[in-house]
T-cell receptor
Framework: KAGVTQTPRYLIKTRGQQVTLSCSPI?????VSWYQQTPGQGLQFLFE???????NKGNFPGRFSGRQFSNSRSEMNVSTLELGDSALYLC?????????????FGPGTRLTVT | GENVEQHPSTLSVQEGDSAVIKCTYS??????FPWYKQELGKGPQLIID?????GEKKDQRIAVTLNKTAKHFSLHITETQPEDSAVYFC???????????FGPGTSLSVIP
């Protein structure tokens, strides 16, 4: 069974630009969560989608947004990039969500903002 | 909201020794506690998890214990091997949806 895939793996953008990252979950998984990982803040929850609906959101500004398609693939968008947005962006998929979840992570997209 | 603390931040052990990583959480409603291993250049990988109705779970050289009263949970790795070297994250899940809160991580080094 194929794992979670994320594209692109590496990205370099300039301050003020916007970026879209893509995540394809494990086949059959309907929940996709996004995380930002930085050396200073660790792993921080961005948002979670289930059946095309955002169910939960972390404490990030509105510049961070996402969506999920009918095939469960998900995209996240960051507008007006800032230097502090440089991070590894991870997505994770799980079957259906709920309080007991087994999340499987993708390899991440390394975003560098210059 | 939930807050997860993790200690130590770095841990160095000799090959063959045991390693213990401890975590505490703040939200008594949390009922799912996964542990992840992250190797350099890769995403976190789920290695073991425990639910609130279980006090201990073991999988080969890895075991996790949970004390709900004290809101503590721990990861125990026995007979450590160099390939166990990685960053380990504990996490706790709130009772709704898929919001998982992670600890800050422990960098484990196993010295051959």
């Amino acid at each position: 069974k194929a794992g979670v895939t994320q594209t692109p793996r590496y990205l370099i953008k300039t301050r003020g630009q916007q970026v879209t990252l893509s995540c394809s979950p494990i086949s059959g998984h309907r929940s996709v969560s996004w995380y930002q990982q930085t050396p200073g803040q660790g792993l921080q929850f961005l948002f979670e989608y289930f059946s095309e609906t955002q169910r939960n959101k972390g404490n990030f500004p509105g510049r961070f947004s996402g969506r999920q398609f009918s095939n469960s693939r998900s995209e996240m968008n960051v507008s007006t990039l800032e230097l502090g947005d440089s991070a590894l962006y991870l997505c994770a998929s799980s079957l259906a969500g709920g309080p007991e979840v087994d999340q499987y992570f993708g390899p991440g997209t390394r975003l560098t903002v210059t | 909201g939930e807050n997860v603390e993790q200690h130590p931040s770095t841990l160095s052990v000799q090959e063959g020794d045991s390693a213990v990583i401890k975590c505490t959480y703040s939200d008594s409603a949390s009922n799912y506690f996964p542990w992840y291993k992250q190797e350099l250049g890769k995403g976190p990988q789920l290695i073991i998890d425990i639910r609130s109705n279980v006090g201990e779970k073991k999988d080969q050289r890895i075991a996790v214990t949970l004390n709900k009263t004290a809101k503590h949970f721990s990861l125990h790795i026995t007979e450590t091997q160099p390939e166990d070297s990685a960053v380990y994250f504990c996490a706790a899940s709130e009772t709704s949806y898929d919001k998982v809160i992670f600890g800050p991580g422990t960098s484990l080094s196993v010295i051959p």
